[in-house]
């Protein structure tokens, strides 16, 4: 399959090339989902041509990841405009044709806007009760922990991630007593968030925990059980490189934060670590370089959020392995590395 490696004898190991895949969603991707002549208004899926909320922000998560956000300053005001016309009149922002959480919705739109150097007008007063710490540890404390970790982190770190990048809607000890209360859900015999699962942890919980591991990441504070964590999604890997074949790009990357992020700290096995990171880049990359597989992947309902979540892997990848290992002509660039939410 051409472009899917190269040798590096310095390295001794096949490198990932994925500068054809980059080049793939420049030349062909990005026009084929514009709605508009210029950039700043996209479809989320191939073949649509309705302007949504997602499609629009995850255009600018991509283009950021691979490098090549650089709108000029009309088509970047034309971008934030887009953007800010899904906004509602409590400030939030929410898609037309629902697939998340509003608070999801919000966070990621936030988030867009930060990539793109702005920021709403004003905080947004439909989460004005959770201001007070004692109605967000109320809504932390009623998610779904037994049966919806994942499903249920979309609310509870979207809250978090809103609260961390939107200036003077957290007042003080607010952030002290939502990560106390998230130490609490971690299950110490898998080190991740969830309430009586199985020892080895499941699925479930890695999509969730990693929703609040950013936030951690953000506040230079450790989740505990650490050593654990990195155990539990080991074990969890599959043969083929990924956690979970329904979710083959998201998951994958919830996985690999986890064990990225988690094994610095400890310094807990990491050439297995390294493994696991190089057995997922390989499966994404397969995709990634392969015309038949890219459209399967990335052409099919929310196909280009699920390119973010692709380009979000390779970059996580390149950052640990290294650019002699997962080549691109620009440096990868992770947006939870900018800021706090996915």
Not at 85 to 100: A, M, S, V
Not at 127 to 156: I, K, T
Not at 253 to 271: F, M, V
Not at 303 to 329: C, F, K, N, P, Y
Request: charged share 25%; glycine share 10%; proline share 7%.
């Amino acid at each position: 399959m051409p472009g899917v490696a190269v040798g590096d004898e310095a390295q001794g190991r096949a490198a990932l090339d994925l500068r054809p895949f980059v080049n793939w969603i420049l030349d062909e991707l990005e026009p084929a989902v514009r709605v508009e002549p210029t950039p700043g208004a996209y479809a989320r899926e191939l073949g649509a041509d309705d302007v949504e909320l997602y499609g629009t922000t995850d255009m600018a998560c991509i283009l950021h990841t691979i490098g090549h956000l650089h709108p000029r300053p009309e088509e970047r005001d034309a971008w934030v405009a887009t953007i800010l016309g899904f906004q509602g009149p409590g400030g939030e922002i929410r898609e037309r044709d629902p697939t998340h959480d509003v608070l999801h919705n919000t966070a990621f739109a936030v988030g867009a806007l930060e990539l793109l150097g702005t920021h709403i007008d004003s905080p947004p007063t439909f989460v004005d009760p959770y201001r007070d710490p004692a109605a967000a540890l109320e809504l932390v404390e009623g998610l779904d922990w037994q049966r919806s970790v994942w499903g249920s982190s979309h609310r509870g770190a979207g809250l978090g991630a809103l609260f961390a990048m939107i200036p003077d809607l957290a007042p003080p000890g607010w952030f002290d007593a939502y990560f106390e209360a998230l130490d609490a859900r971690v299950d110490p015999t898998n080190g991740m968030l969830g309430d009586d699962r199985e020892p080895g942890g499941d699925i479930d919980q890695i999509g969730g925990t990693f929703h609040y591991l950013f936030l951690y990441e953000w506040a230079h504070r450790p989740m505990p059980q650490a050593e654990a964590r990195i155990d539990a999604v080991l074990g969890l890997q599959q043969g083929d490189g990924r956690w979970f074949e329904l979710s083959p790009h998201w998951l994958t990357l919830d996985a690999l934060y986890i064990l990225t992020r988690s094994g610095p700290r400890s310094g807990y096995r990491t050439a297995d670590v390294d493994a696991a990171v190089r057995a997922a880049a390989a499966a994404v990359a397969a995709d990634a370089l392969d015309e038949r597989r890219r459209s399967e992947r990335f052409g099919g309902p929310l196909g280009v959020h699920e390119l973010t979540a692709a380009v979000s892997i390779l970059a996580e990848a390149q950052r640990r392995l290294g650019s002699g290992e997962v080549r691109t002509d620009r440096p990868l660039r992770l947006v939870l590395d900018r800021r706090p939410f996915i």
